[in-house]
């Protein structure tokens, strides 16, 4: 044991007295752990991210189009029922949707997208309520002509005004602004929108049959048995005619989009490593040469009775010393410059244990490879042909 | 002649060097027992050099028996002759071989680290040896602060600090001038009367001649030596 340590501050001292290479060489592994902890933590922090901003536009739904054929061209109110009482269904929420010109305040638009909703319309979204209120189902029920308008719209239409009590026209119907929506809300998007009750959408303005609806589900794990539920009740509505439907499932998407992720990070640490690889070749160098430098010191050793096997540790120590001290130093810079980057970017880089024990336990691997061979010249050393060598 | 601490029986060794086979050494047979001070003298080209890598277990004879206080050089592996180069031989070099970086005193240490001893017990036996050396006031200064003279008796502590059987110095004095190069011999002389066994490897005749027993190496065959000459 005495002799290990001895090693170390043999190997230690060694590597203090050329302070310039030795920098030099732990610059290259710096380089390296640098950008594979600062590439992981960033994608990891985007895939992280995206997840989350998936999962809030809707994880935990099914997203069903319908396009319907000649003998049905979309759903009913009525077949909405079906799929309320479907085992895992928490609710559904269906809207039919048209593009119109809006009056009101003077002023006309066109173009505006205008959405029949149900109550449950909001029950998973995130969008934000600036005045008035949601849509009621009692709307619903009795087919009112009560809308909310988006922000921008309710700006071009009625200026700085509350549009709350007043009216605007469409289509010949007169609908009462009683609320306003963020226009920057997720699920605008779309530029200026009228939520107006679906059952007087469909009626009043004439929008027709149901062609999008959204299945809320109770638990995602099992969202698949779910589908095919939901599925097997598009089949028989539309008279077993597959082609008038489809359903999406938005977790199958997640999980996609979480493999293209991992592909996509695995390709770049893959990038990176191969810089951590030319790191990897500098230590050699430098050990090759260092082995070189020191042929008379590795005889003299052997002679005094050092073993092959001490002249080995002693090399591959310094190796990994070099190494390992560009894997601490990486980490910090690497994590460092993902932070720097991720301030840019608008990504919070995820730091795990795991890529910090990685990074770590590569940088030993690298000076461990790449001191073998150099420690094995030095251990294999003749004697007698190294003390001559002066 | 039972108590010979090392015979050599018809060692021969040869190198080959492409298809032609030099013989370095042939038939060299002579022992040495505990307590002498023997010089091998030759000039150079002589074998000398190859018999002393032999008797320093750095180098294997090609054929014949090397038995070094009761072991037998021949079969062994490169560990065991490690051991063997730790625990029984202490080396002086013609050109000191010390390790620049470091102190006497690390210098002197280096051959314990080998033979496991710990820290404190290398600091405190490798201080009394250059004690004993002469050298108590350069105890912690580098090679490039000491004379050739000091150089070597670090040299000579550093053989000294793993209390080996023979003392093996190679040309101790090739690399000093007449007054340092005495000054050492007095100091091998002083050893060898104090119970250490020296062989040492020289070209110089009054050098050699400093030595209890002098061997002669021509052409690396081993002849006694007959005085006279030059």
């Known amino acids: 044991m005495s002799m290990f340590f001895e090693t170390i501050r043999m190997s230690l001292a060694s590597l203090l007295h050329n302070k310039m290479r030795t920098f030099l060489t732990v610059l290259g592994v710096i380089i390296g752990i640098m950008s594979i902890i600062s590439l992981m933590t960033l994608v990891q922090g985007?895939?992280?991210?995206?997840?989350?901003?998936?999962?809030?536009?809707?994880?935990?739904?099914?997203?069903i189009s319908t396009f319907g054929d000649q003998s049905k061209a979309g759903l009913t109110e009525k077949d909405l029922e079906q799929f309320e009482v479907l085992h895992n269904v928490d609710y559904v929420s269906a809207n039919v949707t048209g593009k119109l010109t809006v009056s009101g305040g003077g002023e006309s638009t066109n173009g505006v997208m205008v959405k029949g909703i149900d109550g449950n319309y909001y029950r998973g979204s995130t969008d934000v309520l600036l005045a008035g209120r949601l849509l009621y189902p009692t709307d619903l029920e009795s087919q009112t002509t009560v809308a909310m308008i988006t922000s921008g719209l309710s700006e071009k239409l009625f200026g700085e005004m509350s549009p709350i009590g007043h009216t605007v026209q469409t289509n010949g119907?007169?609908?009462?602004?009683?609320?306003?929506?963020?226009?920057?809300?997720?699920?605008?998007?779309?530029?200026?929108?009228?939520?107006?009750?679906?059952?007087?959408?469909?009626?009043?303005?004439?929008?027709?049959?149901?062609?999008?609806m959204d299945v809320y589900l109770l638990d995602t794990e099992i969202s698949s048995e779910t589908q095919g539920l939901v599925e097997d009740t598009l089949f028989t509505i539309f008279n077993e005619?597959?082609?008038?439907?489809?359903?999406?499932?938005?977790?199958?998407?997640?999980?996609?989009?979480?493999?293209?992720?991992?592909?996509?990070?695995?390709?770049?640490?893959?990038?990176?490593?191969?810089?951590?690889?030319?790191?990897?070749?500098?230590?050699?160098?430098m050990m090759l040469v260092s082995v070189s430098e020191r042929t008379n010191e590795i005889g003299l050793r052997k002679a005094l009775g050092a073993k092959p096997q001490s002249i080995l540790m002693q090399f591959v120590l310094e190796s990994v010393f070099i190494?390992?001290?560009?894997?601490?130093?990486?980490?910090?810079?690497?994590?460092?410059?993902?932070?720097?980057?991720?301030?840019?970017?608008?990504?919070?880089?995820?730091?795990?244990?795991?890529?910090?024990?990685?990074?770590?336990?590569?940088?030993?691997?690298?000076?461990?490879?790449?001191?073998?061979?150099?420690?094995?010249?030095?251990?294999m050393l003749n004697p007698i042909d190294a003390l001559r060598s002066n | 002649m039972s108590e010979s601490l090392l015979t050599m029986t018809n060692v021969n060794k040869q190198y080959i060097m492409g298809d032609v086979v030099f013989q370095a050494l042939t038939d060299i047979n002579f022992s040495v027992e505990k307590g002498e001070f023997v010089s091998i003298l030759g000039p150079s080209g002589s074998g000398k050099s190859t018999l002393m890598n032999i008797l320093g277990c750095l180098d294997i004879a090609s054929s014949g028996d090397y038995e070094l206080t009761g072991s037998n050089i021949k079969a062994?592996?490169?560990?065991?002759?490690?051991?063997?180069?730790?625990?029984?031989?202490?080396?002086?070099?013609?050109?000191?071989?010390?390790?620049?970086?470091?102190?006497?005193?690390?210098?002197?240490?280096?051959?314990?680290?080998?033979?496991?001893?710990?820290?404190a017990k290398r600091r405190e036996r490798a201080r009394t040896m250059l004690i004993e050396v002469g050298l108590e006031d350069k105890i912690m200064s580098r090679p490039n602060q000491l004379s050739g003279g000091q150089q070597q008796r670090v040299s000579?502590?550093?053989?000294?600090?793993?209390?080996?059987?023979?003392?093996?110095?190679?040309?101790?004095?090739g690399a000093l001038d007449q007054k340092t190069g005495a000054q050492i011999m007095d100091l091998f002389q002083q050893l060898n009367k104090e119970g250490k066994t020296v062989i040492m490897i020289t070209h110089d005749k009054k050098i050699a001649l400093k030595a209890s027993r002098v061997m002669h190496i021509v052409d690396g065959r081993m002849q006694k030596y007959v005085e006279g000459v030059e």
């Open chain 2, 76 to 119: 062994m592996t490169e560990n065991q002759l490690a051991d063997i180069r730790n625990k029984k031989i202490g080396f002086v070099f013609q050109n000191f071989q010390l390790l620049k970086k470091q102190t006497a005193l690390d210098n002197v240490m280096l051959p314990l680290i080998y033979s496991g001893v710990s820290l």
């Open chain 1, 241 to 285: 005619n597959e082609n008038a439907y489809s359903v999406f499932d938005m977790q199958i998407f997640m999980d996609m989009m979480g493999e293209i992720m991992g592909t996509m990070n695995q390709l770049l640490v893959g990038i990176a490593a191969i810089s951590l690889l030319v790191g990897g070749i500098g230590i050699m160098n």
């Open chain 1, 173 to 212: 119907i007169s609908f009462t602004i009683v609320g306003v929506l963020d226009s920057m809300s997720p699920s605008v998007g779309f530029g200026d929108m009228l939520f107006v009750p679906r059952t007087t959408a469909s009626n009043a303005l004439n929008f027709g049959l149901i062609k999008a």
């Open chain 2, 156 to 173: 000579i502590a550093r053989a000294l600090v793993t209390n080996p059987d023979i003392i093996l110095a190679d040309e101790p004095t």
């Open chain 1, 46 to 63: 985007a895939t992280d991210m995206v997840g989350e901003q998936l999962a809030s536009a809707g994880g935990n739904k099914l997203t």
């Open chain 1, 323 to 379: 190494s390992m001290l560009g894997g601490i130093v990486g980490t910090i810079l690497g994590i460092a410059g993902s932070f720097a980057v991720g301030a840019i970017l608008q990504v919070t880089p995820t730091v795990t244990f795991g890529v910090i024990a990685l990074a770590f336990g590569f940088s030993a691997i690298v000076g461990l490879v790449f001191g073998i061979v150099p420690a094995r010249r030095a251990s």
